[in-house]
């Protein structure tokens, strides 16, 4: 028996263990004429609790079993193999029904135990999440100390240049490389920067449009049509960032006499912007929309108008929120890879002007890590020492956008 069949099978299991634990505490509950129920708990949470004695011993012998149990050689073995687990499986789930049923009385605190094994499981997806963050951090440290034990710190903060090229074996004869990341981190923030420019402004006021001045029906068209946006795919942003919105961008400024790039910071910036829009609107929209109403009945009640009313009084109460949507706009901008290489280029140049073609973080490390470089030469182990970089600039902005919500808060409060 398969571990997927398995699977279905227990949860099978699980839902009639809950059926029958609620069914015998509605049997132990006195008529609805003698008065109110005096169970404890609802019979529903001692159908959860029957189920949780079901599932979760039964889930762990399988888990256990399918870790621990040594591989059978023939296949006649194996299927003996798979049918003792299953009937293993299955006899603990029963009689973890049988022993938790038993135990159902009036008095049984079924929610308390519910609750605990419901916070215990919270705890555990907490500590997952927490624990893959760590292991992120980690990998990337781990890597990136390597690549420091061949490149000096300072000369791959501090470079001005970056040509990470450098022999792919030892009898080929190749550049040492130079590792000087400003250039590319220069080139993602002035993208992003382009990005935010577009979507910040466009975004809010949507928001605001949707949020305080739209008609309901209007609103309900509207703001699907706009997070349709969303759904795009991100090749298709850049097919037509290279294909159409950099030609006129070029067009544009040699018609002004400005030297203008094929692909530029400008163009993938500008789409980019374009692409993470809806993110701003429509977390801008639901916050704002979120906003007491009778916070606005008391500001028009002192004589402030709509317009001041939302610049007053809405907006700073929903601007946590709409810092929280700007983050994931501004993190969405920073690890986008497509458009970058379509309408940006793969060029590392040291520049602030939008009209040249540079590069991200993101897009070197793709580079990177393709190909048949080994991984312990210092072109491939410096993605780590990008992606480490990367980790903490975000984590500072993060920090410091915290603080600034805080601090306003604080003050309207």
């Known amino acids: 028996m398969s571990a997927t069949f398995l699977l279905l099978v ?7 263990a809950y059926a029958y634990g609620r069914a015998r505490a509605m049997a132990l509950a006195p008529a609805k004429s003698t008065g109110a129920n005096k169970l404890h708990s609802l019979p529903a949470q001692h159908g959860a609790l029957v189920a949780l004695w079901a599932a979760i011993p039964a889930g762990i012998a399988l888990l256990a079993w399918t870790l621990l149990a040594p591989t059978f050689g023939t296949d006649s073995e194996a299927t003996l193999g798979s049918w003792l687990r299953a009937a293993a ?6 009689a973890g029904v049988a022993y938790a049923a038993s135990r159902i009385t009036p008095t049984l605190r079924a929610r308390n135990h519910v609750e605990v094994v419901v916070r215990g499981l919270l705890f555990l997806a907490s500590a997952v999440a927490v624990l893959t963050t760590l292991g992120i951090v980690l990998s990337l440290l781990f890597e990136s100390l390597r690549f420091f ?4 710190p300072q000369d791959f903060l501090f470079g001005l240049t970056w040509s990470p090229q450098t022999a792919i074996r030892a009898d080929q004869v190749g550049s040492s490389g130079q590792f000087g990341a400003v250039p590319v981190f220069t080139g993602t923030l002035l993208i992003s920067a382009i990005a935010m420019a577009v979507a910040a402004p466009i975004g809010l006021m949507a928001a605001i449009w949707m949020a305080e001045y739209a008609d309901e029906r209007v609103r309900t068209t509207v703001k699907p049509i706009l997070e349709i946006l969303a759904g795009v795919p991100t090749v298709v942003y850049g097919f037509f960032a290279a294909l159409t919105v950099a030609p006129i961008i070029k067009a544009v400024g040699q018609a002004l006499g400005l030297e203008v790039a094929s692909e530029s910071a400008l163009a993938a910036g500008a789409v980019m ?6 993110f701003v609107a429509s977390i801008s929209d639901d916050v704002i929309r979120a906003v007491p109403i009778a916070l606005r009945h008391g500001s028009m009640a002192l004589g402030a108008t709509k317009s001041e009313t939302i610049r007053r009084v809405v907006f700073p109460a929903a601007l946590p929120g709409i810092v929280g949507g700007l983050l994931l706009a501004v993190s969405r901008a920073i690890g986008e890879t497509m458009i970058v290489v379509m309408a940006a280029g793969l060029t590392a140049r040291l520049s602030a002007n939008p009209l040249d073609a540079v590069t991200t973080v993101t897009v070197q490390i793709v580079g990177l890590l393709t190909g048949d470089q080994e991984f312990d030469s210092a072109k491939t182990l410096s993605a780590f020492a990008l992606g480490l970089v990367l980790f903490f600039v975000t984590l500072i902005l993060n920090v410091i956008a915290l603080q600034v919500v805080r601090r306003y808060r604080e003050a309207y409060d």
Do not use: E
Not at 10 to 16: G, Q, S
Not at 149 to 152: S, T
Not at 273 to 278: N, Q, S, V, Y
């Open 149 to 152: 034990a061949l490149v000096p």
């Open 10 to 16: 227990l949860a099978v299991l699980t839902a009639l």
């Open 273 to 278: 912007g374009i692409m993470i829009l809806p």
């Open 89 to 94: 499986v299955v006899a603990i789930g029963v």
